[in-house]
């Protein structure tokens, strides 16, 4: 079972940053946040990953907080294209093969 | 993008006969997967390798078998179709035993 929570839908304007939450209160400390996006009759795509810390790459960042019960993908300029269903998942880095996802939140971004 | 490329994209047949997907990297990733994805049921698990000869069952492998010969190639064989197996089919593979997985672009299958 997912053990994640997240809200079904956003919607987000073109350009402007989307906010994404994710709920995680159980989540162990031996275990890593991982967001994916899945884009309509794509293929899953991950995005990026983290323990602890704020995490940022070229396609978003990640904000964990302090406490590790929640985290926010944050997709700092939308556009058109970043329109798909963002999963987040927590697991132990290297500890299974397993990906699991949850119902996801379906973002759409409006021009 | 990771180069991992599926083959067919689509395909119709019909119920009993055999099909086999095939999965190619160029990425000499070790671990490499096969997934379903049905509406209602998400992403599931059918089998993964994790060297060549190497393989080990997921969470749907009845009806499945999976064959690795070469590290770039993972096939999976549907040894006699039914219409429970139409779905879309991805393949992902990772360097490390892990959730930081990269997928192809899927295998539409219909079983008639």
């Known amino acids: 079972d997912a053990k994640t929570t997240q809200p079904p839908s956003m919607d987000c304007a073109e350009g402007r940053a989307a906010n994404l939450p994710c709920n995680h209160s159980?989540?162990?400390?031996?275990?890593?946040v991982y967001w994916y996006r899945q884009i309509h009759s794509q293929g899953p795509q991950y995005i990026i990953h983290?323990?602890?810390n704020n995490e940022t790459n070229e396609m978003a960042s990640l904000i964990i907080t302090e406490d590790r019960k929640s985290s926010t993908l944050i997709l700092p300029h939308a556009t058109l294209r970043d329109t798909a269903v963002y999963y987040c998942i927590v697991s132990p880095q290297g500890g299974s093969e397993k990906l699991v996802f949850g119902k996801g939140t379906k973002l759409t971004v409006n021009p | 993008d990771a180069g991992i490329t599926q083959s067919p994209r689509h395909k119709v047949t019909e119920t009993g006969t055999p099909v086999t997907l095939r999965c190619h990297q160029t990425?000499?990733?070790?671990?490499m997967y096969w997934y379903r994805q049905d509406p209602g049921h998400g992403l599931r698990l059918i089998h993964y390798?994790?060297?060549?000869?190497?393989?080990d069952k997921g969470e749907v492998s009845d009806g499945y078998s999976v064959s690795r010969s070469k590290t770039e190639d993972f096939l999976l064989t549907l040894e006699s179709a039914t219409s429970s197996q139409t779905s879309v089919y991805f393949c992902?593979?990772?360097?490390?035993?892990?959730?930081?997985?990269?997928f192809g672009p899927g295998t539409r299958l219909t079983v008639l």
């Open positions: 159980t989540i162990s400390g031996n275990e890593y």
């Open positions: 390798s994790y060297g060549v000869k190497d393989t």
């Open positions: 983290g323990l602890k």
């Open positions: 992902a593979i990772s360097e490390y035993r892990d959730v930081e997985q990269f």
């Open positions: 990425e000499n990733h070790r671990y």
